[in-house]
Antibody
Framework: QLRLQESGSRLVKPSQTLSLTCAVS??????????WTWIRQAPGKGLEWVGY???????SYNPSLKSRVTISIHRSQNQFSLNLSSLTAADTAVYYC??????????????????WGQGTLVTVSS | QSVLTQPPSVSGAPGQRVTIPCTGS?????????VHWYQQLPGTAPKLLIH???NRPSGVPDRFSGSKSGTSASLAITGLQAEDEADYYC???????????FGGGTKLTVL
């Protein structure tokens, strides 16, 4: 059974960079057909897709966050990570890592998310 | 403002049937992209409920069903149970944004 576990900074100051890692067990992060995804949820709010990295290393980011987001894959450790820079209070949220299952729509990759980590609350505050 | 629109709340009595609509546009649901549904119990991570418009993962009761027509999709829950009280989210792909999009979520209350 696939398991995902988030770890990283929980309290970050404004203007600094958030760094989170997702450890994957029970499956290989190098397997084709999946994206390794970050999704966040501000307190009391809905879900927001942050971005994903494909097993090839290709990334796709939410346009509203694109200038501040970097997602990386670490195959030897079976992990992937999220860096989000220039933080403000609006970035305070529970951050989830998730595995996306690939669905082709013509030549476009789309995903649904069938495995999720438990989530980690990141608070941006001075 | 979410790209996919859901009502903030719905409610129903035990045993009843409720539906949760998800309205999109021509760049997402209306373009034919699949719609997926998630259930989020209080304090927990979302759980996949329906994928590919109407497919249930193993272990999801057949009381949950999905459908899609035009620019909208819908989640139906029959035989409502107290344990169904949760937030429900729809998700699809949007070609204008080139990424995944979620609905704002609907809180289901079992009366």
């Amino acid at each position: 059974q696939l398991r995902l576990q988030e770890s990283g900074s929980r309290l970050v100051k404004p203007s600094q960079t958030l760094s989170l890692t997702c450890a994957v067990s029970g499956g290989s992060i190098s397997s084709g057909g999946y994206s390794w995804t970050w999704i966040r949820q501000a307190p009391g709010k809905g879900l927001e897709w942050v971005g994903y990295i494909y097993h090839t290393g290709k990334t796709s980011y939410n346009p509203s966050l694109k200038s501040r987001v970097t997602i990386s894959i670490h195959r030897s450790q079976n992990q992937f990570s999220l860096n989000l820079s220039s933080l403000t209070a609006a970035d305070t949220a529970v951050y989830y890592c998730a595995r996306g299952v690939l669905l082709w729509f013509g030549e476009q990759k789309t995903f649904y998310f069938n495995s999720w980590g438990q989530g980690t609350l990141v608070t941006v505050s001075s | 403002q979410s790209v996919l629109t859901q009502p903030p709340s719905v409610s129903g009595a035990p045993g009843q049937r409720v539906t949760i609509p998800c309205t999109g546009s021509s760049s997402n649901i209306g373009a034919g992209y699949d719609v997926h549904w998630y259930q989020q119990l209080p304090g927990t991570a979302p759980k996949l409920l329906i994928h590919g418009d109407r497919n249930r993962p193993s272990g999801v009761p057949d009381r949950f069903s999905g459908s899609k027509s035009g620019t909208s999709a819908s989640l139906a829950i029959t035989g409502l149970q107290a344990e169904d009280e949760a937030d429900y989210y729809c998700q699809s792909y949007d070609s204008s944004l080139s990424g995944s999009v979620f609905g704002g979520g609907t809180k289901l209350t079992v009366l």
